[in-house]
């Protein structure tokens, strides 16, 4: 069955530092794969997906991820990180149901603090 | 484009009672999602529909669950005879039928609180 594992659940960094943000996936075939970011008390907002070619994507915000299919990986990174960016960051793949259609399956989330 | 909304946005209820939460997708929208999110966890699927009807449900969601999607337009999802363990954050997504890559759009969330 597809899921999606976020090892970290809290990450502190210091503001202007690099950052990267862990996802593993299980998924028979080629992922759809997507991060997600939640500030508090808001809905989720899409940063970038991954269906297929380049296996680095970019993103909003800054943001990039590279789709890694030999360690089932998907990791989000952004090279500064600005005091705006703490919140919490979901990764998330398709799983297709029998009808054709699709549903998201996330990871628990790793929380982001930066430090000033 | 006004975005996915939802109504209201904290609930705050007796345990026993009952309680409807109201979502409105983008327009040209015809596929619509319920998620929950409890404290430290990633959303869950809950429901699905595309247009009016209901497609695929959870096993989280229980009998005392039951979304409807009437018009094809807005949805509700209502809980009867709420429990302690139904304090979640219940999210709404919505998105256009075109393959397995379509993305999700999500509302800001009904807040929900069983004493």
């Known amino acids: 069955a597809q899921s999606v594992t976020q090892p970290d659940i809290h990450i502190t960094v210091s503001e202007g530092a690099s950052l990267e943000l862990r996802c593993n996936y299980s998924y028979g075939a080629t992922p759809y794969l997507f991060w997600y970011v939640q500030s508090p008390g808001q809905g989720l907002q899409l940063l970038l997906k991954y269906f297929s070619g380049d296996t680095l994507v970019q993103g909003i915000k800054g943001f990039e991820a590279e789709f890694k299919r030999s360690q089932s990986s998907f990791n989000l990174r952004k090279p500064s990180v600005h005091w705006s960016d703490a919140a919490e960051y979901f990764c998330?793949?398709?799983?297709?149901?029998?009808?054709?259609?699709?549903?998201?399956?996330f990871g628990a989330g790793t929380r982001l603090a930066v430090h000033p | 484009d006004t975005g996915v909304s939802q109504n209201p946005r904290h609930k705050i209820t007796k345990r026993g009672q009952n309680v409807t939460f109201r979502c409105d997708p983008i327009s040209e929208h015809n596929r619509l999602y319920w998620y929950r999110q409890t404290l430290g966890q990633g959303p869950e699927f809950l429901t699905y529909?595309?247009?009016?009807?209901?497609?695929?449900k959870s096993r989280l969601l229980s009998d005392r669950f039951s979304a409807e999607r009437p018009k094809g337009s807005f949805s509700t999802l209502e809980i009867q005879r709420t429990e302690q363990g139904d304090s979640a954050m219940y999210l709404c997504?919505?998105?256009?039928?075109?393959?397995?890559?379509?993305?999700?759009?999500f509302g800001e969330g009904s807040r929900l609180t069983v004493l």
């Open positions: 998330a793949v398709v799983k297709t149901l029998s009808g054709g259609y699709n549903k998201l399956i």
């Open positions: 997504a919505s998105s256009l039928a075109y393959g397995a890559t379509g993305e999700l759009f």
């Open positions: 529909f595309q247009n009016e009807a209901q497609l695929e």
